[in-house]
């Protein structure tokens, strides 16, 4: 079965903390490529990052960075000196046969 | 480059009616895909069409049923809606729909079945 588990249903921080958010997956397929994606309160789904399942290498981007392990099945997204703009709805997905597997999604808020 | 549009964005229905929903996708992607969202199921992955042609379908009832027009824009029906049937749905679009591409979302239609 696939699946995408993000256990934090809701965090909240203060501004400019640093924010992890978990997401743990499972699929048996060996080539698959995972998603986190951001969704204001407007309703549209903003894409944030991917990842590839052959690529363990962890990145850095602005703000934003993420930390895939193929062998604990995780891929955590961290915001770095979080904003109140950050505040959302973050979801993380899994990509498989041309469909993606959505987790249930973790509400961050971000307090001034 | 216009994003993933889509229409109307918001719809108030009677249970055992029918809506029409539209998509039109970022320009040159050929891939559509559909989503549902409610706060119970969460995001749940609907059908998707790539050159006129549903390619893969989830879990959802008959009632439930897409094409894709020949400009690569996509329609959504829903026949005899049920109050469960309230819920936001997302249309993404890819180049091609594979496994490696990032899917773009529109902003969503929200249903309200009454």
């Known amino acids: 079965a696939q699946k995408v588990t993000q256990a934090q249903t809701e965090i909240s921080v203060v501004e400019k903390e640093d924010v992890t958010l978990d997401c743990v997956y499972e699929t048996r397929d060996t080539t698959y490529y995972l998603f986190w994606y951001k969704q204001p309160p407007s309703g549209e789904l903003v894409f944030l990052i991917r990842r590839n399942s052959f690529d363990e290498q962890n990145e850095i981007s602005g703000r934003y960075s993420w930390n895939f392990q193929k062998s604990t099945s995780s891929f955590n997204f961290t915001i770095t000196a979080s904003q109140v703009v950050d505040s959302a709805v973050y979801f993380c997905a899994l990509s498989v046969g041309g469909k993606l597997i959505f987790g249930q999604g973790t509400e961050l808020s971000v307090k001034p | 480059k216009a994003g993933v549009t889509q229409t109307p964005r918001y719809l108030i229905k009677t249970r055992g009616q029918q809506v029409t929903l539209s998509c039109s996708p970022i320009?040159?992607?050929?891939?559509v895909s559909w989503y549902q969202q409610t706060p119970g199921q969460g995001l749940q992955f609907l059908f998707e069409y790539f050159s006129e042609t549903q390619r893969n379908k989830g879990n959802f009832p008959g009632r439930f049923s897409g094409r894709q027009f020949s400009n690569s824009r996509s329609e959504m029906n829903v026949s005899t809606l049920e109050l469960g049937d309230s819920a936001l749905y997302l249309c993404?679009?890819?180049?091609?729909?594979?496994?490696?591409?990032?899917?773009?979302f529109g902003p969503g239609t929200r249903l309200l079945v009454l």
């Open positions: 993404a679009s890819s180049l091609r729909g594979t496994y490696q591409e990032t899917q773009y």
């Open positions: 320009s040159g992607h050929r891939s």
